[in-house]
């Protein structure tokens, strides 16, 4: 999708088509599992919380853009910042 050029992850997640980010979304949520959350706040509330559920969520996002989008990402293990 970047022919070569850096793009942080987040400006290719929010340039993807509907449809990729369907994928994307249903790749995180069965990466999750059946966590019991009422809405976005919730959910965030979470994940943020617990550092299993960010190495998931991370590795969902990870897995997804290396096969799907074919990208190769480069980042730093850091825990995710509230």
Not at 18 to 43: C, I, N, Q, R
Request: no cysteine.
């Amino acid at each position: 999708m970047t022919s070569g050029q850096f793009k942080p992850l987040p400006e290719i997640i929010k340039e993807l088509p509907p449809k990729y980010k369907e994928k994307l979304y249903s790749d995180v949520m069965g990466a999750l599992g059946t966590l019991d959350w009422t809405d976005v706040a919730g959910l965030i509330a979470l994940v943020m919380g617990s550092a299993i559920l960010q190495e998931q969520v991370l590795a969902a996002i990870l897995t997804y853009a290396e096969k799907e989008l074919k990208a190769e990402v480069q980042y730093r293990n850091r825990p995710l910042e509230s």
